[in-house]
């Protein structure tokens, strides 16, 4: 069984920067493709930014490029998505979520992931 643990999150204002990380444990955690997605109150949970096993190849969401970047880290088994240049819309619940084999072409669906963290609260202020 995977579990995930989200830490990280908190209010920044708008334009500051802040950094959420996602500790993975189970039996080859190392092996499964990660993301992030995010759940605004009153709306769906929504794709952010997705990673492979090897971190060789990354995905984001239209919203987010060039302002986030997901990275990982298979010996400590952790993934990190850095946020800068945050926005009033970007608040909302971030949660990691992981999958073993992921389908290159459904890698922002919600129903991709098979293990999902509790999530941690970003809130930036105007």
């Known amino acids: 069984q995977v579990q995930l643990v989200e830490s990280g999150g908190g209010l920044v204002q708008a334009g500051g920067s802040l950094g959420l990380s996602c500790a993975a444990s189970?039996?080859?955690?190392?092996?499964?493709?990660m993301a992030w997605f995010r759940q605004a109150p009153g709306k769906e949970r929504e794709f952010v930014s997705a990673i492979s096993w090897s971190g060789g190849t990354t995905y984001y969401a239209d919203s987010v490029k060039g302002r986030f970047t997901i990275s990982r880290d298979n010996a400590k088994n952790t993934v990190s998505l850095q946020m800068n240049g945050l926005k009033p819309e970007d608040t909302a619940v971030y949660y990691c979520a992981a999958v073993l084999f992921l389908r290159e072409n459904y890698y922002s669906s919600v129903s991709e992931y098979r293990h999902w963290g509790q999530g941690t609260q970003v809130t930036v202020s105007s």
């Open positions: 189970g039996r080859d955690v190392s092996s499964y493709a």
